[in-house]
């Protein structure tokens, strides 16, 4: 009992110490103790990895945000204040003037990263709508020719509302053929889409456009993975696929394929500004806009939704809708 009792007492005193020896703060001889217990305790071994993480994100964060001007002009009033005052007093204020801003820029920075965090999470929900509308109607449900249909074809089955944008998709998508291009509806939803499905490079490629019914991706320079004429351009790797979405008009604009990043990406940054400017211009919607209420609520419900989709659901064309 006497040493369980003693290793305990030990294990804490090494953890109160953890944070120096990650910050090189420490004598060589209590290092090189440290080093020694961790070896044979298992406990302390998974605190100190814990501690890592936790410093490698925050590090991570702080690497990405610089010091707010006021935080910086904080800092080095105190030092000023702090040299001004005697010897005497200056240890001990100098020691709590330290702890505070420490302090400070933790939870800064630590709100910071929690706020990145979150941002990324409604990113990668609002993206895998695009995800799950690609795998289910192109890849899964193969609702595309192996001939492509004639471009009459394709914008009779958009309708006039949605038949100029077969332009800009064939213009900025070079390499690539329209095989298909129609609207589409979620079993169990209010949401439709307009799905473009082309063909090239060896492989199937997606252009979507969902209404966005006053959900918004997160704003951010730190969160978009690209920018085109002033639009963010955010980037996911998702159920095996690679997707970039972007916001125009009332629209999320999606580019889904198992291409690589890089060509993805570079998909999305060369028809984002022609997409966006044909959507302001003709400015139709897929379904009403929701008011205040309802949009409030958006964001939450696109988090639901992606969670509903399943391999279960099955892409309804509505060219096959008017004919039955």
């Known amino acids: 009992m006497n040493t369980l009792s003693f290793d305990s007492k030990r294990c804490e005193r090494i953890r109160q110490q953890l944070d120096s020896y990650l910050s090189n703060e420490l004598l060589v001889e209590t290092a090189t103790e440290i080093v020694r217990h961790l070896e044979s305790c298992e406990a302390c071994s998974r605190d100190l990895e814990s501690r890592m993480r936790v410093r490698d994100a925050l590090q991570r964060a702080v690497a990405k945000q610089p010091v707010p001007d006021s935080v910086r002009a904080g800092v080095l009033r105190n030092l000023r204040e702090s040299q001004s005052r005697s010897l005497g007093t200056t240890g001990r204020r100098w020691a709590v003037g330290l702890a505070a801003i420490a302090f400070l820029l933790f939870s800064l920075f630590a709100g910071e990263w929690l706020s990145l965090h979150r941002g990324e999470q409604l990113i990668a929900s609002i993206l895998k709508l695009g995800v799950s509308d690609h795998l289910i109607c192109a890849i899964k449900g193969h609702n595309y020719p192996e001939l492509a249909n004639s471009p009459d074809q394709i914008r009779k089955k958009l309708g006039a509302s949605y038949a100029p944008l077969l332009r800009v998709v064939q213009e900025r998508l070079p390499g690539f053929e329209v095989l298909e291009g129609h609207v589409c509806s979620v079993p169990g939803s209010d949401r439709k889409y307009v799905h473009f499905i082309t063909r090239g490079q060896g492989t199937i490629l997606s252009v979507i456009l969902t209404e966005r019914n006053g959900a918004s991706l997160p704003k951010g320079k730190f969160l978009a993975s690209a920018e085109s004429t002033g639009l963010s351009i955010y980037e996911d790797h998702l159920s095996g696929m ?62 639901t939704e992606t969670t509903q989709c399943d391999e279960k659901s099955r892409c309804r064309v509505q060219e096959q809708r008017q004919n039955a």
Request: glycine share 4%; charged share 15%.
């Open 242 to 303: 690679e997707i970039a979405g972007f916001e125009s008009a009332q629209y999320f604009a999606f580019v889904v394929s198992d291409l690589s990043q890089h060509q993805v990406l570079q998909v999305a940054r060369e028809l984002a500004p022609a997409l966006n400017e044909k959507l302001h211009v003709t400015g139709h919607i897929l379904t009403p806009i929701a008011n205040d209420g309802v949009a409030d609520s958006m964001n939450l419900r696109i988090l």
